[in-house]
């Protein structure tokens, strides 16, 4: 007679696993890193060698030393941590911001909550946060290789200047200033397509926060349009596409269910355009995420499915 075999949850119903989806998202970034490195050249890459390597050592040394497991380095999470987190830096910034950053994000946000799945916030986005708020010189210093500082365009709207105008190159194809990641829409596009095609993610949450944006900021526009930048300039400038596509989409710290995915979405979308319209910051992007994030245990709990056969009340 055979034996029948009992495990506990979780069970395994796909066919992708945690190493796989990692990877996905790694190749869904790599337009945007292929952009960033033929803009900004040996700079950025050393950014985003020392952004991954420093993720995944500290990763390492925590588990096999600290922790006293086995280490999860491939399944290559920490891996999209650093380049994340890499894409999130002005792309001349010096190295051991990269290390700081990259220490902060997996040994603290990450591993003091026991791992992947367990941290309640986003690690790359509460690393960009605090280094931010460290470093507020470093991390708004937009020089490129060859080229001189300056303000990004919402950067120049927050310091009381006028719009820029920008051209369809510049606000699709490519755009010199502000973190490496904001260099092109149109490649980060391309990785939300790539991770939509292989079901790693859902539109729901990014077309939730560009939707809400664009509402929000085309009826102030109208309102004042002298005062207020419009839905075009505020979905493609800034980190907007690169955190609504990679960052708000992250599986741990997002909501289950399409009703909380939309909550979620809308309110990352609202307070990005509050800050940005009345805060300090000229961007908001990062500073929503990690404020919704905190509200996703709630989402969740309020939007939770009804269960089989229960009497709705």
């Known amino acids: 007679m055979s034996k029948l075999l009992i495990s506990p949850s979780p069970h395994v119903h796909s066919v992708h696993s945690t190493s796989t989806l990692m990877r996905d998202v790694l190749i869904a970034l790599c337009p945007a890193v292929l952009v960033s490195i033929i803009l900004y050249g040996l700079p950025f890459v050393l950014i985003l060698a020392v952004s991954i390597g420093a993720s995944a050592l500290t990763e390492y040394l925590i588990e096999r030393h600290i922790l006293g497991r086995k280490s999860t380095v491939s399944d290559f999470s920490a891996a999209v941590t650093g380049c994340l987190l890499a894409l999130n830096l002005p792309p001349c910034a010096p190295w051991w911001i990269a290390v700081v950053g990259s220490v902060f994000a997996i040994g603290v946000v990450k591993m003091t ?8 916030f986003n690690p790359a986005i509460a690393a960009r946060v605090f280094l931010l708020v460290s ?4 991390m708004t210093d937009w020089a490129v290789p060859d080229a001189f500082s300056g303000a990004t365009p919402l950067g120049a709207i927050a310091e009381g200047g006028a719009a820029p105008t920008l051209g ?32 790693v993610i859902t539109a729901t949450i990014p077309v939730t926060i560009l939707g809400t944006v664009a509402v929000f900021s085309g009826i102030m526009h109208l309102v004042n349009p002298e005062l207020f930048t419009g839905p075009l300039f505020n979905i493609f400038n800034g980190g907007l596409l690169l955190g609504a596509i990679f960052m708000a989409t992250d599986y741990v710290t997002s909501p289950m269910t399409v009703k909380g995915q939309i909550i979620f979405g809308v309110g990352i979308g609202l307070i990005t355009m509050l800050i940005r319209y009345f805060g300090a910051y000229p961007e908001g992007v990062s500073f929503a995420i990690l404020i919704m994030n905190c509200t996703v245990p709630l989402i969740n709990k309020y939007c939770k499915p009804r269960r089989f056969g229960e009497v709705r009340k």
Do not use: D
């Not at 470093?135 to 470093?138: E, K, R, T, W």
């Open 113 to 120: 909550f026991g791992g992947l799945g367990q941290n309640i």
């Open 135 to 138: 470093f507020p010189v470093i």
């Open 168 to 199: 369809f190159k510049e606000l699709l194809l490519y755009k010199v200033g502000g973190s490496a990641g904001e260099a092109s829409a149109l490649a980060l596009l391309a990785g939300f397509i790539y991770l939509l095609v292989r079901r």
